[in-house]
């Protein structure tokens, strides 16, 4: 099975890539995400894999952050989603605004991506919600920094989605703290609460 390829990028376009890893060329498909965060042709990149083998076929699916990875693979657990879909819903929206979407129950968003009915977008909501509240499981509980209580259930869906991006918690719970004590509570959604988080994060 594999799960990390380092080598010289040899080809690449907005849905797949060539990495040439000690003289052998791997295809390896990709999301519209991990495409802006690739060197130019020539230069050593290293991709995280999800491998998948079919009867006719190994397919390596490749990822720039484990959070993209660990967003497709949470993705392809879900009814009726194939690797296609997850790549596609990778394609189209930030991950953090498609864990946004997923928490606010926000059914147009998601409606937006190509290939997502109405259908298909109640069963993303339903089936993720779950998945991403489920981070905490191996994370250990959610414990919200000091907020208001009417903020606490939002605090919490905030801390679930930016794990499920990779990010550490005693780093998202900084940048909680420092949100929450600057914005008015009307503005503390979970949509601007992972915006500006993720601003702070990435800074």
Known sequence: ?????????????FSEVILDVNGVGYLVLIPLSTFDALPQPG????????????????CLYGFATAGEKNLFEQLMTVNGVGAKLALAILSSMPPAAFCAAIMSNDVNIIKTIPGVGKKT??????????????????AG????PDVPASLKDTVADTIRALEGLGFKRDRITRAINELTAEMPEKDCTLENLIRNALRLLNS
Request: proline share 2%.
């Open 1 to 13: 099975m594999i799960a990390r390829l380092k080598g010289i990028l040899i080809d690449s376009s």
């Open 43 to 58: 230069n050593e990149a290293v991709l995280l894999v999800n491998t998948q083998v079919r009867e006719d076929a190994i």
């Open 121 to 138: 977008a109640e069963r993303l909501i339903l089936e993720m919600r779950d998945k991403i509240n489920k981070l905490e499981i191996a």
């Open 141 to 144: 509980p959610i414990v919200t």
